[in-house]
C-alpha cells in the first residue's frame, strides 16, 4: 500500500539518522530523497538507500561530513563535501550560487570530495524558486557507459538539469541522464524482477539485452542518450563528456576514468557544478518569466498526436506526479521495501511505512 508523503520521508529520516547522520543533515538529505519519489523520480529517491548502506559500511562515505568552502571569489565558491553523501554539501553549494547571483548576478559554485547527491532537479529547483536560472550537472559513482564505437566502460550516467521560472508558478525543470535512462531505473527493473525495455542496455559484446542484470553484474553497457551510433548516441556521449569537465575537471575531482576513483577510501571522488543565473542582468525578471509562461504554454497548446496524450514541458511529468502521489500516497515496490526494511531492522532504525 502507498505511504503518504510524510511517512515516507520519515522513514528516510530515520533511517540516516541511526546511520550516524546528525539531525540538520538528515532533515535536508531525506527532503531531497522523498521529493525524488513524491515526483515520479523514482530512481533517486529511497531506491537508493541499499546502495547508501553499502557506502557507510565499506567507510566510503561519512555520515557526518560537513561541507566547507576552500576557494572563492565574489562569483565562485569550490566546496569540499568531506567525503560524505552529496545531497547537503550540493544543496549547500546551491544555496552559495544563488546567493552570489542575487548580488552580482551570477554565480557557479563546484563541489569535490562527493558521493552521489539524489535527484539533479531538486537543485536547479533551488534556484528557480528564487526568481533565478539554475543550472547543474554531476559526474557519477560508477562506470557503465561504453563511448560511441567503444566495449569498455568509461563513463557514468552523467546527469544534467536546467530550470527556469515561470509567472504562472509552473518552473520549467529539466532533468536528464546523458544515457537513455537512468541507472536507477535498471536497478529498479532488477528490484522487481522485470525486464528491461529495448534500447536500455548492451551486453558485454556491445548486443541489444533486455536483462536488467547486464549491465551491473555480467560486464555490459548502459546505452548513450540515442541508444545506438546510427541514432546519434555520440550526442549522449558528448554530453557525458561536458558533464564531466564541469562537475569533475572543474573541482578537481577524481576523473571518472581514473582507476583511483573507485578506490577512494573517503566519499565516490565525485565531483558536482552549480550555476544560477539572474534574469534582471538583461531584462526585467518579471517580464522573462511572462515569457517562459508563454513559451511554455505555446508548447503545451501543440495539437497532440493523440489527444489522450498531450504535448508536455519539461517537468510537468514531476508535478504531475507530485499531486497524484500527494493525494495517494508514494509507492514502493516490495522488492526494495524488504531490502529497505532489513537495512533499517540493521540499525535499530524506527519502522514507521506498516
Not at 547537503?88 to 552570489?100: E, L, R, T
Not at 559484446?205 to 540515442?226: C, H, I, M, W, Y
Not at 582507476?259 to 534582471?280: E, N, R, S, V, Y
Request: charged share 20%.
Amino acid at each position: 500500500m502507498p505511504a503518504s508523503y510524510e511517512k515516507h520521508r520519515a522513514q528516510l529520516k530515520a533511517i540516516l539518522l541511526s546511520w550516524g547522520m546528525p539531525e540538520d543533515n538528515a532533515e535536508t538529505t531525506s527532503d531531497i530523497l522523498s521529493w525524488a519519489d513524491l515526483h515520479g523520480v523514482d530512481s533517486h529517491g529511497m531506491s537508493m538507500i541499499p546502495g547508501y548502506d553499502g557506502l557507510r559500511r565499506s567507510g566510503r562515505a561519512k555520515m557526518d561530513a560537513r561541507p566547507k568552502i576552500v576557494k572563492e571569489t565574489p562569483v565562485s565558491a569550490l566546496v569540499d563535501g568531506g567525503g560524505g553523501l552529496g545531497h547537503v554539501p550540493a544543496h549547500f553549494a546551491m544555496g552559495v550560487a544563488i546567493d552570489k547571483a542575487k548580488k552580482v548576478g551570477m554565480a557557479i559554485a563546484a563541489v569535490n570530495n562527493s558521493a552521489h547527491f539524489g535527484a539533479t532537479g531538486y537543485y536547479t529547483l533551488m534556484a528557480a524558486k528564487a526568481g533565478l536560472i539554475g543550472m547543474a550537472c554531476t559526474s557519477a559513482s560508477s562506470i557503465q557507459v561504453a563511448p560511441t564505437f567503444g566495449k569498455q566502460a568509461r563513463l557514468g550516467t552523467d546527469p544534467w538539469s536546467f530550470a527556469a521560472p515561470s509567472a504562472d508558478g509552473v518552473p520549467f525543470l529539466l532533468d536528464m541522464a546523458t544515457t537513455t535512462v537512468a541507472a536507477g531505473r535498471i536497478r529498479n527493473k532488477a528490484n522487481e524482477g522485470l525486464p528491461t525495455p529495448d534500447g536500455w542496455v548492451l551486453d558485454s559484446e556491445g548486443r541489444p539485452s533486455n536483462d536488467p542484470l547486464v549491465a551491473r553484474q555480467k560486464g555490459g553497457f548502459l546505452t548513450s542518450l540515442g541508444g545506438s551510433p546510427e541514432n546519434s548516441s555520440y550526442k549522449g556521449y558528448g554530453l557525458s563528456a561536458m558533464v564531466n569537465i564541469l562537475g569533475s575537471c572543474l573541482s578537481g575531482a577524481t576523473l571518472i576514468t581514473d582507476p583511483m576513483h573507485t578506490k577512494k577510501p573517503q566519499g565516490m571522488g565525485i565531483g558536482h557544478f552549480f550555476m544560477a543565473i539572474d534574469p534582471g542582468l538583461f531584462r526585467d525578471g518579471d517580464d522573462f518569466e511572462k515569457d517562459v509562461a508563454q513559451f511554455c504554454g505555446d508548447l503545451r497548446a501543440t495539437t497532440p498526436i493523440d489527444p489522450a496524450r498531450p504535448v508536455m514541458v519539461a517537468g510537468d511529468p514531476q508535478w504531475n506526479h507530485a499531486k497524484q502521489r500527494m493525494a495517494e500516497g508514494i509507492p514502493v515496490g516490495p522488492g526494495l521495501l524488504s531490502q529497505v526494511r532489513q537495512i533499517a531492522q540493521a540499525s535499530a532504525a524506527q519502522w514507521v511505512l506498516d
